[in-house]
């Protein structure tokens, strides 16, 4: 399989989690793109971003929530708990949910990144505060969340989230009003997959 990918994306940096967490790295051919420019890209994706996987018959996946539950079922893994209406808070719904607050985060906050790349006279001030109050607002939230201590797909989006904000925003200094977030962060990152995965290059 293919996985288009650049080392700086927090939603490739998910996959490429789960590939690592799951032993999948024999199976899977990490293929670092420029999103804007690779035809090999938008041959498979239409909406040409990344992660993209292409699969042995040819066929694509797009998305990294998708990406992600293939994978997890590729490899037998538990980064997405199974259906059960008595877990409803603390199973599928609790770890799809955060995975949706983290890729908010990672939304807004490349959003933010390619906004500020623009000409200064045709960046809006006002979608770059906007970007900047969705970051803060959910990020406290975060701060009140509960974690697993199993990680599952909603803890890999918050922390490459976070990665993300580190790298590329890091004049936000998120850490400054959010202690316990913070607190579970620096465990997390030190996961081997996360260490592996550090966005080093340019988007
Ligand atoms: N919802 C998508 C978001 C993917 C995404 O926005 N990727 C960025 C890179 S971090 C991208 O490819 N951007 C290129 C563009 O928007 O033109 C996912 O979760 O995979």
């Known amino acids: 399989m293919k996985l288009y990918m650049s080392p700086a994306s927090p939603f490739a940096r998910k996959a490429r989690i789960v590939v ?7 199976l ?46 590729l ?15 603390s199973g ?8 949706a607050l983290g890729d908010g985060i990672a939304e807004a906050a490349v959003a933010r990144v390619y906004e500020s790349r623009r000409p200064e006279n045709e960046q809006s001030k006002d979608m770059l505060a906007k970007y900047l109050a969705q970051i803060a ?11 697993a201590k199993d990680p ?3 803890e890999i989006a918050v922390a490459c989230a976070l990665g993300y904000l580190d790298f590329r925003l890091p004049e936000l200094n998120w850490r400054e ?8 962060y620096e465990t997390f990152a030190k996961y081997p997959s996360m260490q592996s995965t550090w966005p080093a290059n340019l988007a």
């Not at 042995?56 to 293939?70: M, T, W």
């Not at 599928?92 to 995975?99: E, I, K, S, T, V």
């Not at 009003?177 to 579970?184: D, E, G």
């Open 28 to 73: 899977v051919e990490e293929i670092p793109v420029n999103p804007a420019t690779s035809e090999e890209l938008h041959r498979v994706n239409p909406l040409r971003k990344i992660p993209a996987l292409v699969l042995g018959d040819g066929s694509a996946l797009i998305d990294s929530p998708v990406i992600c539950e293939y994978l997890n079922e």
């Open 152 to 154: 599952t797909i909603g």
């Open 177 to 184: 009003t959010r202690p316990q977030l913070a607190a579970w």
């Open 92 to 99: 599928r719904w609790r770890a799809l949910g955060l995975q």
């Open 75 to 89: 490899g037998g893994g538990k980064f997405f708990p199974g259906m059960s209406i008595w877990r409803e808070v």
């Open 137 to 147: 607002r959910a990020l406290d939230a975060l701060e009140r969340a509960k974690f």
């Open 20 to 26: 690592r967490e799951l032993d999948l790295a024999r």
